[in-house]
């Protein structure tokens, strides 16, 4: 029996690491593996959708360098399980998409620009291919610049087939304007539009294309002043949604929402898509995938010291209420023949429950749930504490993390199962104020109950732990 144990939970533990059972729900900021075990590299994410396949392209940022190493190209049939391809796009020497740029910081007016491209010389727009039917083959736009970010281009990119690779064909400013923060988007009548950060990202366009989708002609929307990044459009009943974000460098901001009837305008004021404490759970928009009657937010959480460790965060953005809204489901799954989503429920253990130890407090704040939660774990020398016990299924399980971290920082936490050897959870700034966010792990749980210890044997604060969710 114990044997059997053991053996089971090592064989759910390998599963897990190596990622081969596959996977049937979307778990926001986790570690994401695609069907060979690697983690998925596809930051600044971009949807295709050929046939019942999707096609996933983005940014291979797996050598954490600032240099361009690759446009990556991923392919499911439900959004959870994605097979790596062919690279769609790899640098070319003495092109402005080669690997050599001197890489710098920069500085003065350009500080404000959205820093993850700084010291890129290339970043995928948010709707990275379009299909031609004229021409029957697929073209990508990106983001092309110089490594001090003083190019401000976009580039083209063509091919047959949806991964490529792609024959790079060219980068310039549109109609002679900086083009840095972009996306793309294709009416109904496959008419499509470039939607870009412009004028050194203080007014936002939209340009349409021409049919061959290789220039832009003609600017038909223009927001002075808007300061917007991260661009994404989806179209509900006849209203145009722009989904963007606005400039705070790596950090996060409060992403919003405009609408209007025509893309030439008029464009409403913006809206939230999420409470703005939250700064949309510590995400940037990239892309917004349509899903029935609702959409899919799919989101970037940069992590600017370790690029390729960036998560993805996508969460239903649902408009039943008339304006989209994040649903921020920690564990969810899409229902892609009916259109819809569903969010797994978990069962809550508030953390001021557990058992506290060494230097740990309560705290009290309007934020927590139940109005508290445990602090100061992991003190240096002080080893603070917190041990919750919670029922498990004999299985390795999703656990969220309700954390409030008011550093500009990242922190961590240990964390040990049943006094098993401790694992460390990355904690992002939750923005202070007692602002709350959860942070996914697995854990392998034994069946009945398990008592899970965070913060123990760390000498670095951990984030405060309001509450956790085992699923
Ligand atoms: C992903 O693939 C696994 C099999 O490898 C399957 O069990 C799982 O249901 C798939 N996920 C989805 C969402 O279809
Ligand atoms: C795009 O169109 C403009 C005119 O609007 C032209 O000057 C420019 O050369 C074109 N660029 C490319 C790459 O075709
Ligand atoms: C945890 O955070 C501390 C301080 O923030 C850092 O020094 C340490 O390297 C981190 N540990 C891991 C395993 O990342």
Redesign the pocket.
């Known amino acids: 029996m114990f044997s059997n144990l053991v053996v089971c939970s090592a064989l759910a533990a390998l599963a897990a690491v190596l990622g081969v059972n596959g996977q049937s729900v979307i778990v926001p900021g986790a570690p994401w593996k695609d069907t060979s075990g690697n983690p998925i590299q596809a930051h600044g994410a971009g949807i295709l959708k050929v046939g019942s396949t999707f096609y996933w392209f983005g940014e291979d940022k797996s050598h954490n360098s600032a240099l361009f190493k690759a446009v990556s190209c991923y392919s499911s049939t439900d959004l959870v399980n994605w097979s790596r391809h062919n690279d769609a796009l790899s640098p070319i020497s003495g092109t402005m998409i080669s690997t050599s740029d001197v890489v710098e910081r920069p500085k003065g007016r350009f500080d404000r620009i959205r820093q993850p491209f700084q010291s890129l010389n290339i970043q995928l727009p948010h709707d990275p291919v379009l299909f031609n039917s004229k021409n029957s083959e697929y073209v990508m736009w990106f983001h092309s610049d110089s490594s001090n970010y003083g190019a401000a281009m976009v580039g083209?990119a063509t091919a047959t087939t949806p991964c490529g690779p792609y024959t790079y064909?060219?980068s310039?400013k549109?109609?002679?304007a900086d083009s840095r923060d972009e996306g793309l988007f294709q009416d109904d009548d496959g008419t499509a539009y470039l939607l870009y950060a412009s004028d050194n990202n203080q007014n936002f366009k939209i340009s349409q294309l021409d049919t061959n989708y290789?220039?832009?002609?003609s600017v038909v929307s223009q927001l002075n002043g808007a300061t917007l990044e991260a661009p994404g459009i989806v179209k509900r009943d006849g209203v145009y949604w722009l989904i963007a974000s606005h400039t705070s460098g790596w950090d996060p901001n409060p992403n919003k929402a405009f609408h209007a009837t025509s893309l030439s305008g008029p464009w409403s004021s913006q809206a939230d898509i999420a409470p703005e404490s939250v700064r949309t759970y510590y995400s940037q928009n990239a892309y917004d995938l349509p899903l029935g009657s609702n959409a899919i937010y799919m989101g970037d959480r940069w992590r600017s010291n370790i690029l390729g460790s960036s998560q993805y965060i996508w969460y239903p953005l649902d408009f039943s209420s008339g304006m989209p809204q994040i649903v921020p489901a920690d564990v969810w799954s899409v229902n892609l023949a009916a259109g819809t989503y569903s969010v797994a429920t978990g069962t809550a253990y508030e953390a001021e429950s557990g058992q506290m130890a060494g230097s740990s407090r309560l705290l009290s704040g309007s934020g927590f749930s139940g109005g508290q939660a445990v602090g100061y774990l992991a003190s240096a020398g002080n080893g603070g504490s917190v041990t919750i016990t919670v029922q498990g299924r004999g299985t390795a399980q999703w656990v969220s993390l309700y954390i409030a971290n008011g550093d500009s920082t990242w922190r961590n936490t240990t964390i040990s199962v049943n006094g098993g050897s401790s694992i460390v959870l990355d904690q992002p700034s939750t923005g202070g104020g007692n602002v709350v966010l959860s942070i996914p792990v697995q854990l392998n749980l034994r069946s009945g109950s398990n008592a899970i210890t965070f913060s123990a044997g760390q000498s670095n604060y951990a984030a405060d732990l309001d509450k956790i969710i085992v699923y």
């Open positions: 083209l064909k060219g310039w549109p109609l002679g290789y220039n832009v002609t």
